[in-house]
């Protein structure tokens, strides 16, 4: 079974900060990786994606990829209270048509 | 915006009933999945269509389960009979499909088995 892990959380960020989850693989040949938040109740909304191994940015989100160690991490900067929510990462299933493999997501929780 | 439709949002049945779920994918993607999401854990493929034809329903309990996109567009996904297992989130998600792999989640559905 080719596995996604994430700590569970939750992750308590004081409100302004830097909030920093991680994600590991064990799918060697992953080649493109998903962040989503999902508001409790509601469904996954996509927020980032990367392919290439260093730094994206959009807006806040910062998603960092270093396939040699096989991990994703999400920054989320300036941290708002409407960033409490759950993040799943996902991983694309080598040789596969497009199938996904989910972590089971980190709680964030900022406090203002 | 386009959007993934499903329906219904919430659905509440016995043990031993069957149920169905519909979703409509965001128009012209070509690639539709169903997932199953238990409270706490990531969603889980129940099955993945590319047009009309299923190309993964490894994870699917084929002996309760069953999902259907006759014309390529819409599916539906039915559970006969269904178990208290089943009680769970039925999420539907479509994506434009070759390699583009940016997929979107429609709202979902509530299941309660009792």
């Known amino acids: 079974q080719k596995e996604v892990e994430q700590n569970s959380g939750p992750l308590s960020v004081p409100e302004g900060a830097i909030a920093s989850l991680n994600c590991t693989y064990s799918?060697?040949?992953?080649?493109?990786f998903f962040w989503y938040r999902q508001y409790s109740g509601k469904s996954p909304e996509l927020i980032m994606f990367?392919?290439?191994?260093g730094d994206k940015e959009d807006g806040r989100f910062t998603a960092q990829l270093n396939k040699a160690s096989q991990y994703v991490s999400l920054l989320i900067r300036d941290s708002q209270p409407s960033d409490s929510a759950t993040y799943l990462c996902?991983?694309?299933?080598?040789?596969?048509?497009?199938?996904?493999?989910f972590g089971a997501g980190t709680q964030v929780v900022v406090t203002p | 915006e386009a959007e993934v439709a499903q329906s219904p949002r919430y659905k509440i049945t016995e043990k031993s009933q069957a149920v169905a779920f519909w979703c409509d994918p965001i128009?012209?993607?070509?690639?539709l999945y169903w997932y199953r999401q238990i409270l706490g854990q990531g969603p889980e493929l129940l099955v993945q269509?590319?047009?009309?034809?299923?190309?993964?329903d490894s994870q699917l309990p084929k002996d309760r389960f069953s999902a259907e996109r006759l014309k390529g567009v819409d599916s539906t996904l039915k559970i006969q009979p269904a178990e208290l297992g089943d009680s769970a989130m039925y999420l539907c998600?479509?994506?434009?499909?070759?390699?583009?792999?940016?997929?979107?989640f429609g709202p979902g559905t509530r299941l309660t088995v009792t």
């Open positions: 998600a479509s994506r434009v499909g070759g390699a583009q792999y940016e997929q979107y």
């Open positions: 799918d060697r040949g992953s080649q493109s």
């Open positions: 990367i392919y290439s191994n």
């Open positions: 996902a991983a694309l299933v080598t040789d596969s048509w497009g199938k996904f493999q």
């Open positions: 128009s012209g993607h070509a690639t």
């Open positions: 269509f590319q047009d009309e034809s299923v190309v993964d």
